[in-house]
């Protein structure tokens, strides 16, 4: 899987280079292109250019919508209906493309400042000298990682998920 990033950035040169979904193709890789956006116009871009001058848009296209960052008090649905009449998103919709909403935790600045995982943070574990979340914020993690995340990636289309082709590491000590 290939999130492109927004703005300029190393991937955003090597597409310019090189037909990089044909070139991994012929290595055996199937790419699956990710696309995260917010609700902002600005956020189809790099969709938009990599699209229109085939740059970079595999079959199995996914294009993000973050709820994450609809700060606007709109409802995720109601904040992304520009996002979904754009001109770059239908043209990737009708070459295939997904559009996937990712939920939104309301508590996932006090997640990220504090540097845990979404696990330690649903236990109400704490990093030393820190306060764990709230108890109300622990059950929001809690519904958000083990109901909402296994949803949003319910989502795709199994072939497009990585898959591990290594044996199982159940019951290895190390």
């Given at each position: 899987?290939?999130?492109?990033?927004g703005?300029?950035?190393?991937?955003?040169?090597?597409v310019?280079?090189?037909?990089?979904?044909?070139?991994l193709?012929?290595?055996?890789?199937?790419v699956?292109g990710?696309f995260?956006v917010?609700?902002e116009q600005?956020?189809l871009?790099y969709l938009?250019r990599f699209?229109d001058?085939?740059?970079?848009?595999?079959k199995a296209t996914?294009?993000v919508?973050n709820?994450?960052?609809v700060l606007?008090g709109?409802?995720?649905v109601?904040?992304?209906?520009?996002i979904?009449?754009?001109?770059a998103f239908k043209?990737?919709t009708?070459a295939?493309?997904?559009a996937?909403m990712l939920?939104?935790?309301s508590c996932?600045?006090?997640?990220?400042?504090r540097g845990?995982t979404?696990?330690?943070a649903?236990a109400?574990?704490?990093?030393?000298?820190?306060?764990p979340?709230?108890?109300?914020?622990?059950?929001?993690?809690?519904?958000?990682?083990?109901?909402?995340i296994?949803?949003?990636?319910?989502?795709?289309?199994?072939?497009?998920?990585p898959?591990?082709t290594?044996?199982?590491q159940a019951?290895?000590s190390?």
């Amino acid at each position: 899987m290939l999130d492109a990033g927004g703005g300029l950035t190393g991937f955003s040169a090597l597409v310019d280079e090189i037909p990089l979904v044909g070139a991994l193709g012929e290595q055996g890789i199937e790419v699956v292109g990710l696309f995260c956006v917010g609700p902002e116009q600005a956020d189809l871009d790099y969709l938009e250019r990599f699209a229109d001058q085939g740059l970079f848009l595999p079959k199995a296209t996914v294009i993000v919508l973050n709820a994450g960052l609809v700060l606007s008090g709109k409802s995720a649905v109601a904040a992304f209906t520009a996002i979904r009449q754009n001109r770059a998103f239908k043209a990737a919709t009708d070459a295939g493309a997904r559009a996937v909403m990712l939920p939104n935790l309301s508590c996932m600045s006090q997640i990220t400042d504090r540097g845990l995982t979404f696990a330690q943070a649903a236990a109400g574990q704490a990093k030393e000298g820190q306060e764990p979340l709230s108890l109300f914020d622990q059950a929001r993690v809690n519904r958000w990682w083990t109901r909402d995340i296994p949803g949003f990636f319910g989502q795709f289309p199994p072939e497009w998920l990585p898959t591990s082709t290594l044996p199982a590491q159940a019951g290895v000590s190390s």
